[in-house]
């Protein structure tokens, strides 16, 4: 797991996708493809040269994380599929910016209490 202080000195945005939304670099990969208008499996598995059931786990992984969304399409002949889109660029980095609150409120509690008792447990 990559600390907060190497992040701090890592110019890579990567690693803040990797902290911030517990995503591994694939993960990220299946991401930035979907960024550049890659919307269904077997386009994404083709495009990275990876297998569809590899890339379906990143899927996953993303939906969790809130950073993309799934559409179903419906076929003329019966049947459907799932597209997938990237959540607007903005409500990402907003979801960033709640998240780095919260825990940045966490730390000054921490380091009240860790300052207020020399006894307290980390």
Request: charged share 30%; proline share 1%; hydrophobic share 40%.
């Amino acid at each position: 797991m990559i600390s907060i202080k190497q992040i701090s000195n890592s110019s890579d945005c990567k690693n803040l996708f990797e902290c911030f939304f517990g995503l591994n670099s694939e993960d990220l990969k299946v991401y930035e493809a979907i960024l550049r208008g890659l919307e269904r499996i077997e386009e994404l598995s083709k495009a990275l040269g990876k297998k569809e059931n590899s890339v379906y786990r990143s899927i996953q992984r993303l939906l969790l994380a809130g950073l993309i969304y799934k559409e179903k399409r419906t076929l003329s002949a019966g049947g459907y599929y799932f597209v997938y889109k990237a959540v607007p660029k903005e409500l990402v980095a907003r979801e960033i910016e709640s998240i780095m609150n919260i825990f940045c409120e966490k730390v000054r509690l921490f380091l009240r209490d860790f300052l207020a008792d020399r006894s307290a447990e980390l």
